[in-house]
């Protein structure tokens, strides 16, 4: 595992050497906070809650983590620098979990710059932490579920784009099982217990408690076994 | 140093590479030559343990690389062709990036091992450049710096002087020939007169078999009198016209 650290510090450096990473930083900021403010009424509801500003995550995420990381194996197998990268003494899932967390931490640093409207928000009011708590740690874990996707589809492919399209089409899916909308029509066709267990599959499902302050040991199992498959696959997919 | 053991690669229906045995001791540069899609840098990187091999095995420095790939490539330094390197990093991040995988993690150690290739292959000029910035020359020369810079008993340079000027390439074979006393070197390249003047051994491949493995006086042997090109043709004609 000694063999990780090099890896990380590469790949999150490697990050802000181009102005894609501070786009993406500034773009996520703007949507988030602006969604919040514009669609989510946090300013006119007059509650000292982050809840407008965490409700869009989920959706946010489908796109966001997609564009974050898309690059993480298409990039190198299309520059050639996977024939380097494996070449050095370094197992693939070595690799495979220090790309990862490089991309997740960028992903908690673009989540954690809202930090200013958290202290706006215990500045003028009296909000409760535990649950302003429990919906960043929710959200930081759950954008790393999203991750996991995308680097596994960025695994299977060398092309960014096909990468980007893929993994927002698998987890639009997951969000939607659980979006009330979608499973209301669900229900029109499918019997209860199946829309239920559908649902079960969702980041929605699961990011409601956490949401509310709750951390609920189910959800946390949740995010860490999908992010934990996706990147088992992952070293499969480049193994193969 | 390595012993290669009927490697076989096959991509789907098509066989890469069919059954190459050939060993290389320490003392010996080895030039690989063969036409385009003979196999050259599929056998290469199967001996790099980066491609795993259909049949077959390689041995290198008493390690197999099917069963102990991270201890092959502990021992391997490797260019591969085109020289990739993360084009975003400057030359000296880029080789502390090396330095750190391959277990040089104090400070004094790693600046000692990055100043010893820096200098070795003429970057002190550009080593604040970032790779994207570089010329063909220099970005070979950053991927053989690379390459050197734990200072592994084995090399395996696929085509080392590709894009490089008269001059560089010149250097770049000094530099090799330099090393090859306590290394065992392997290297492809489609210059024969490269192969003339640092190995001392050649291996002609040809749609993914050996057809020559012999030294270059015995190669010239073949055709007294003839440029070693035509002898290369006669050896591999029949593979291209069939």
């Known amino acids: 595992m000694s063999q990780i650290p090099p890896i990380f510090k590469r790949e999150f450096i490697g990050y802000f050497r181009s102005p894609v990473a501070y786009v993406f930083l500034v773009v996520f900021l703007v949507a988030s906070v602006g969604l919040a403010f514009f669609v989510g009424n946090f300013f006119k509801a007059g509650i000292a809650s982050l809840e407008s500003y965490f409700m869009w995550h989920t959706w946010l995420f489908v796109f966001f983590t997609a564009a974050a990381g898309m690059r993480l194996w298409a990039e190198e197998k299309r520059s050639g620098t996977m024939e380097l990268l494996f070449t050095l003494p370094v197992t693939t899932s070595q690799a495979v979990i220090g790309k990862f967390l490089a991309a997740w931490a960028f992903l908690c640093l673009a989540i954690l710059l809202s930090f200013p409207m958290a202290i706006t928000v215990g500045y003028l009011g009296d909000p409760d932490w535990g649950v302003v708590g429990a919906s960043y740690f929710g959200s930081m874990l759950m954008a790393g579920s999203f991750l996991g996707v995308c680097s596994l589809t960025s695994a299977l492919t060398r092309n960014q784009i096909i990468s980007f399209v893929l993994s927002v089409l698998i987890n639009l899916v997951l969000v939607f099982l659980g979006w009330s909308v979608f499973s209301d029509l669900l229900h029109a066709a499918l019997p209860t217990w199946l829309v239920d267990l559908l649902a079960n599959f969702s980041y929605t499902t699961h990011f409601e408690a956490m949401k509310k302050g709750i951390i609920d040991p189910k959800d946390i199992v949740f995010f860490l076994s999908l992010g934990g498959l996706s990147l088992f696959l992952n070293v499969l997919a480049l193994e193969r | ?242």
């Open chain 2, 1 to 242: 140093m390595i012993e290669v053991k009927g490697l076989v690669k096959n991509y789907g229906t098509l066989r890469a590479v069919d059954g190459v045995s050939f060993s290389v001791r320490c003392g010996d540069i080895l030039g690989f030559l063969g036409p385009n899609g003979a196999g050259k840098s599929t056998t290469m990187k199967m001996i790099t343990g980066f491609l795993r091999p259909t049949a077959g095995t390689a041995i290198v420095d008493g390690h197999d690389v099917k069963v102990n790939p991270l201890a092959v490539k502990r021992r391997i330094g490797y260019l591969a062709e085109s020289a990739p390197a993360y084009p975003e990093m400057t030359v000296d991040e880029f080789l502390g990036f090396i330095a750190e995988t391959r277990g040089y993690r104090e400070e004094v150690e790693k600046r000692a091992r990055i100043e010893r290739v820096v200098n070795l292959c003429h970057l002190k000029s550009v080593r604040r450049q970032t790779i994207e910035t570089l010329s063909k020359g220099y970005k070979q020369r950053v991927g053989f710096a690379q390459a050197l810079l734990h200072d592994p008993p084995v090399l395996v340079l696929d085509e080392p002087t590709d894009g490089l000027d008269p001059n560089q390439k010149n250097e770049m074979r000094n530099i090799i020939k330099q090393m090859a006393a306590e290394k065992a070197i392997v290297l492809s390249t489609h210059i024969l007169e490269e192969v003339e003047a640092i190995c001392n051994r050649i291996i002609i491949i040809a749609r993914g078999r050996v057809v020559v493995d012999e030294t270059p006086d015995s190669l010239r042997a073949r055709k007294p009198g003839a440029r070693l090109d035509e002898i290369f043709y006669d050896l591999t004609r029949s593979e291209i016209l069939s």
